[in-house]
């Protein structure tokens, strides 16, 4: 059985930073797609980053130049490293990881929280 386990997150100044960590278990990731995924209150849930089985990137517009994603197969983590934190940072986020003969498995989430 597939599981996702974040860690990490927090309360933090605006400005300040945050490494988010996920260990999955139950299953071979290296072949899947991993992400991290953010829900503010009264919003969508918003993709952040992804980072492939290759190691290729992608970011929201949002976070470009101050979020980083990683991934160590060895040890099933996908991490998020959040720099330069503001307000609208604010959310739960959620790990995910898919591949095409398993589907998609979500975390439970672990809140972020940027206030003065």
């Known amino acids: 059985q597939v599981q996702l386990v974040e860690s990490g997150g927090g309360l933090v100044q605006p400005g300040g930073s945050l490494r988010l960590s996920c260990v999955a278990s139950?299953?071979?990731?290296?072949?899947?797609?991993m992400g991290w995924y953010r829900q503010a209150p009264g919003k969508q849930r918003e993709l952040v980053a992804r980072i492939s089985p290759g190691g290729s990137t992608n970011y929201a517009d949002s976070v470009k130049g101050r979020f980083t994603i990683s991934r160590d197969n060895a040890k099933n983590t996908v991490s998020l490293q959040m720099n330069s934190l503001k307000p609208e940072d604010t959310a739960i986020y959620y790990c995910n990881t898919w591949n095409q003969f398993r589907g998609e498995y979500w975390g439970q989430g672990t809140q972020v929280t940027v206030s003065p």
């Open positions: 139950g299953g071979i990731f290296s072949i899947d797609f």
